[in-house]
Nanobody, 121 residues
């Protein structure tokens, strides 16, 4: 019913920047919170940044001041601008959205497949 597709990952040198995008499609009535998560090999998945439909944001301490999250509610788009990247930012980045699907009366969570970010030293 709902698909989330990320793009924008790749290989970048330390200190560089990348911009991730996530587009949600399907039978969407409304999207509540949208998040970026990441998971590095051998580590637990962690919440990187979160943004509500009203634009309130939260960031993990490890990325504050370096990453920015934004969204385009009209186009169901989510972005993550990553600056001053470090090797420890290397991970698979996934987007998550709480979506109110047409024909239902509740929000459900959906995940994208992820996009790989690799930061070389």
């Amino acid at each position: 019913q709902v698909q989330l597709v990320e793009s924008g990952g790749g290989l970048v040198q330390a200190g560089g920047s990348l911009r991730l995008s996530c587009v949600a499609s399907g039978s969407i009535y409304r999207i509540d919170v949208m998040d970026w998560y990441r998971q590095a090999p051998g580590k637990q998945r962690e919440l990187v940044a979160s943004i509500t439909s009203g634009g309130s944001t939260n960031f993990a301490d490890s990325v504050k001041g370096r990453f920015a999250i934004s969204r385009d509610n009209a186009k169901n788009l989510l972005y993550l601008q990553m600056n001053s990247l470090k090797p420890e930012d290397t991970a698979n980045y996934s987007c998550y959205a709480r979506v109110w699907v047409h024909g239902t009366s509740w929000y459900a969570g959906y995940w994208g497949q992820g996009t790989q970010v690799t930061v070389s030293s």
